[in-house]
């Protein structure tokens, strides 16, 4: 059993910051890459910055020098650092982790259960 809880959503205003966590527990035999994506209301879930599991970064255009995923592989979690928030930065976010649990010898995709984001004007 894997579980994926993330944290550090809120409202915050035009201008600020927030930092967005999500640690992966369970049976857990490797991680690979790990990704944040976001959902806004009526459009579709878009991918917001990825990291390999050699620290190898990529970021959606319309965040790059804005944001910064980072991760702890001691801890198991993936960290999205979020500055100069703007109000289309307004989404739900979720975490994806690529991984292997102790029970397979595949890898799969698992999902955060999303925190909300709402930066205001």
């Known amino acids: 059993q894997v579980q994926l809880v993330e944290s550090g959503g809120g409202l915050v205003q035009a201008g600020g910051s927030l930092r967005l966590s999500c640690a992966a527990s369970?049976?857990?035999?490797?991680?690979?890459?790990m990704a944040w994506y976001r959902q806004a209301s009526g459009k579709q879930r878009e991918l917001v910055a990825g990291?390999?599991?050699?620290?190898?970064?990529n970021y959606a255009d319309s965040v790059k020098g804005r944001f910064t995923i980072s991760r702890d592989n001691a801890k198991n979690t993936v960290y999205l650092q979020m500055n100069s928030l703007r109000p289309e930065d307004t989404a739900v976010y979720y975490c994806?982790?690529?991984?292997?649990?102790?029970?397979?010898?595949?890898?799969?995709?698992?999902w955060g259960q999303g925190t909300p984001v709402t930066v205001s004007s």
């Open positions: 994806n982790v690529a991984l292997r649990s102790r029970f397979s010898a595949s890898e799969y995709d698992y």
């Open positions: 369970g049976s857990i035999a490797r991680i690979n890459a």
């Open positions: 990291i390999s599991s050699r620290d190898n970064t």
